[in-house]
T-cell receptor, first 114, second 112 residues
Framework: DAGVIQSPRHEVTEMGQEVTLRCKPI?????LFWYRQTMMRGLELLIY????????DSGMPEDRFSAKMPNASFSTLKIQPSEPRDSAVYFC????????????FGPGTRLLVL | SQQGEEDPQALSIQEGENATMNCSYK?????LQWYRQNSGRGLVHLIL?????REKHSGRLRVTLDTSKKSSSLLITASRAADTASYFC????????????FGQGTRLTINP
């Protein structure tokens, strides 16, 4: 079975540009999480969805970040406008209701904002 | 803020030796989990120990939990080069147990 799929795997952009990161959770999973990983701050939860509904976005750093989950098989994390301090690895993870304790991570998107 | 803090931050040992990593946390927990992250990859769930358990085994992994000290340890026995990775402890924070909070991780290097 395919795991969590993220695209792109690498993104290099210039400050001020819009960046869209994409995630396809594991089929049948009903919770989806977006994390950001940096050397300075480690792994931080940005936002998570249950059944496509955003539950907690308190980790979203500022209004430049937005996330959507239009259906059970797709989510986006958008940064507009991007800034150099947004450079990080962004992970998507999903979870199934029957095993709420375990999260399954995608390979991540490495973002570099110049 | 990080719920778990791993110690040491980095560990380098010879293949075949045992590796021990520690995690301390701040608030009461229902369970504690360990994840592994290979370089350039996502995190992979290794093992979960519940608050009413003191020790758990999975293959070459042994996890202990001391709720009185709010600490856990992960032991990897007979280490292999493929065990080279970063290891994170994680606990759920807040009501509803929805938010998984990770420590800063221990970077383990197994030298052949």
């Amino acid at each position: 079975d395919a795991g969590v799929i993220q695209s792109p795997r690498h993104e290099v952009t210039e400050m001020g540009q819009e960046v869209t990161l994409r995630c396809k959770p594991i089929s049948g999973h009903n919770s989806l999480f977006w994390y950001r990983q940096t050397m300075m701050r480690g792994l931080e939860l940005l936002i998570y969805f249950n059944n496509n509904v955003p539950i907690d976005d308190s980790g979203m750093p500022e209004d430049r970040f937005s996330a959507k989950m239009p259906n059970a098989s797709f989510s986006t994390l958008k940064i507009q406008p991007s800034e150099p301090r947004d450079s990080a690895v962004y992970f998507c993870a999903s979870r199934v209701a029957g095993d709420w304790e375990t999260q399954y991570f995608g390979p991540g998107t490495r973002l570099l904002v110049l | 803020s990080q719920q778990g803090e791993e110690d040491p931050q980095a560990l380098s040992i010879q293949e075949g030796e045992n590796a021990t990593m520690n995690c301390s946390y701040k608030t009461s927990i229902n369970n504690l989990q360990w994840y592994r992250q290979n370089s350039g990859r996502g995190l992979v769930h290794l093992i979960l120990i519940r608050s009413n358990e003191r020790e758990k085994h999975s293959g070459r992994l042994r996890v202990t939990l001391d709720t009185s000290k709010k600490s856990s340890s992960l032991l990897i026995t007979a280490s292999r080069a493929a065990d080279t990775a970063s290891y994170f402890c994680a606990t759920y924070k807040g009501g509803g147990a929805q938010k998984l909070v990770f420590g800063q991780g221990t970077r383990l290097t197994i030298n052949p």
